[in-house]
């Protein structure tokens, strides 16, 4: 059964960072594609950034020079690493595997709260 779980969310001043992460199991992982979605209140979720099983990298222009995504195939894990943080980044953060465009798993998502 494949299954995503997100960790490291949390509440952070606007500008601080924050790192999230996102396990997989139950796939062989370095044959997926990586999505991190978010979902603000009263919004449509929106992909924030994406991997490759090559290691190219792709992001949403609100987060660009902000966030970065990576990938660790021998742990199973695709982080987001959220610096600058603004409040608008306020969000439910999900991870998301795909291939050959079709979603095969979503996770259960991390609430991060950016506010003074």
């Known amino acids: 059964q494949v299954q995503l779980v997100e960790s490291g969310g949390g509440f952070v001043q606007p500008g601080g960072s924050l790192r999230l992460s996102c396990v997989a199991s139950?796939?062989?992982?370095?044959?997926?594609?990586m999505d991190w979605y978010r979902r603000a209140p009263g919004e449509e979720r929106v992909v924030v950034a994406s991997?490759?099983?090559?290691?190219?990298?792709d992001y949403a222009d609100s987060v660009k020079g902000r966030f970065t995504i990576s990938r660790d195939n021998a742990k199973n894990t695709v982080y987001l690493q959220m610096d600058s943080l603004k409040p608008e980044d306020t969000a439910v953060y999900y991870c998301?595997?795909?291939?050959?465009?079709?979603?095969?798993?979503w996770g259960q998502g991390t609430q991060v709260t950016v506010s003074s």
């Open positions: 998301r595997s795909y291939v050959y465009g079709k979603t095969t798993a």
């Open positions: 139950g796939m062989s992982f370095h044959l997926y594609n």
């Open positions: 991997i490759s099983t090559g290691g190219i990298t």
